[in-house]
């Protein structure tokens, strides 16, 4: 699994208050509440973003589940149960992003590997 990296807003430059609000209550606070875990907090928002046709923020919240523990299967299942709730277009768009995500997380993960045996 990959290491965890804090989330934190990304627009600390034009909008610092937003940013300080994002971080003390969304990633601060609401995703460290114990009445659910990290893992099912980025399935659902996985989910969400996906029904919503939230492109931009998918991407991020992709790599976030699968760090959280979600695993590709899940995702994948994910994206075919909302085709139905949600529609067929947003299923194909994020299967689209999803591909991407995943090709990016096997090619760091082949560099990683590479990496660990040159310094072995």
């Not at 923020?57 to 299942?77: C, D, M, Q, S, Y």
């Not at 067929?88 to 995500?101: D, F, H, K, N, Y």
């Amino acid at each position: 699994m990959a290491t965890r990296t804090p989330m934190r807003a990304p627009w600390r430059d034009i909008a610092p208050h937003l940013t300080d609000i994002s971080d003390k209550v969304l990633f601060d606070d609401v995703w460290q509440r114990p009445e659910l875990s990290r893992r099912d907090r980025s399935l659902i928002t996985v989910a969400a973003l996906i029904a919503m046709y939230r492109q931009n923020e998918l991407p991020f919240h992709l790599k976030k589940a699968i760090e959280n523990g979600v695993t590709r299967e899940e995702i994948i299942e994910v994206i075919t149960h909302l085709a139905f709730y949600s529609g067929w277009p947003t299923a194909s768009t994020a299967l689209t992003i999803v591909r991407q995500v995943f090709a990016e997380a096997d090619q760091n993960q082949e560099i990683s590997r590479e990496k660990a045996n040159a310094d072995a």
